[in-house]
């Protein structure tokens, strides 16, 4: 890459990426859901389009979707899983866990100064 400043940003982001996995203890589920503080431009997307429309319940289950992790990183739910996250789980879980997660990436997003 031959623009410099792309070049920092770049690193600077993948150092914010490297940080690491953080976790929820849902108990509820007899679960721990594991993600990371920030996410991609790409990954927020879907999430950016759902909530532009007003349909904020359907963002938030796109969020869980994006963002839910096992230990090991790979994806706990995939997008076919969406209408059974909309009908079949409690709401009230499903937000105090994409709370807690957009709460890390706020913090995140402070410690890079945005």
């Known amino acids: ?3 410099p400043v792309l070049q920092k ?4 982001f993948k150092e914010q990426l490297a940080v690491g996995l953080k976790s929820i203890e849902v108990p509820q ?3 721990t859901i594991y993600f990371k503080p920030i996410m ?3 990954e927020q997307t ?3 389009e759902l ?3 007003g349909q904020l319940v359907e963002a938030l289950v796109q969020t869980l979707i994006v963002r839910a992790k096992k230990e090991d990183g790979s994806a706990m739910f995939q997008q076919a899983e969406f209408v059974f996250l909309m009908n079949e789980v409690d709401p009230e ?4 866990i994409v709370t807690t997660m957009n709460k890390a990436t706020d913090e995140a997003e402070a410690n890079l100064g945005n």
Do not use: P, R, Y
């Open 40 to 42: 991609t431009l790409k």
């Open 9 to 12: 940003a770049s690193t600077h």
């Open 93 to 96: 879980v499903v937000t105090k």
């Open 46 to 48: 879907k999430i950016f």
């Open 51 to 53: 909530h532009n429309k």
């Open 29 to 31: 589920w007899d679960t």
């Open 1 to 3: 890459m031959k623009n």
